[in-house]
């Protein structure tokens, strides 16, 4: 099985939401949140404002730590044929933008990031990691934790 540790970050700004459009190198799309990989002894704090800044271009403060989702996506349903299952853990936080401006990631793979209404996120293809961001930031569970989020449809891995 492969691992991943990720941290996420939940931007929320007067009934919207920053989410960033990832571009896969098959040319599917599909809009997710700004965050990503920890590196090797990097703090997942010090990740998800760095990880904001890679990919919107905006300058990150963390408001709070959101929960942490443990979630193992089976082999026959990863993107990648022919990989072993794999288990992400992402730590989501709660951002606030304080300066910086839009941009696409530079050499990357997020073509546009946006500030979007939230009731708008449920007609995006997008990711799970959206869904469970979006739980964790409107119902703040004491336990950091949101029940899983089905897959299918316009919700992806």
Same mark, same amino acid.
């Given at each position: 099985?492969?691992? #991943?540790? /990720? ?8 009934? *919207?939401? %920053? ?17 990503? *990989? @920890?590196? !090797?002894? &990097?703090?997942?704090?010090? /990740?998800?404002? #760095?990880?904001?800044? &890679? &990919?919107?271009?905006?300058?990150? @403060? @963390? ?7 443990? #979630?193992?996506?089976?082999? /026959? ?8 299952? !794999? ?6 936080? *709660?951002? #606030? ?13 997020? /073509? ?8 708008? @996120? ?17 119902? %703040? ?12 449809? %316009?919700?992806?891995?």
């Amino acid at each position: 099985m492969s691992f #991943r540790l /990720a941290a996420y970050a939940v931007c929320m700004d007067d009934g *919207r939401v %920053l989410i960033a459009r990832h571009v896969s190198p098959g040319g599917e799309s599909t809009w997710t949140l700004p965050g990503g *990989r @920890v590196e !090797h002894g &990097e703090d997942p704090f010090d /990740a998800v404002i #760095r990880e904001v800044a &890679e &990919e919107t271009g905006c300058e990150a @403060v @963390v408001e709070r730590l959101l929960g942490v989702d443990s #979630r193992v996506i089976p082999a /026959a349903e990863r993107a990648v044929p022919g990989g072993p299952e !794999h288990q992400n853990v992402g730590v989501f936080y *709660r951002v #606030r933008i304080v300066g910086g401006r839009l941009r696409p990631e530079p050499n990357g793979e997020i /073509a546009e990031s946006a500030w979007t209404p939230i009731p708008r @996120v449920a007609g995006l293809r997008r990711s799970s990691l959206v869904d469970i961001g979006l739980a964790l930031a409107q119902t %703040l569970p004491a336990t950091g934790h949101v029940g899983p989020v089905p897959v299918g449809g %316009l919700i992806q891995h």
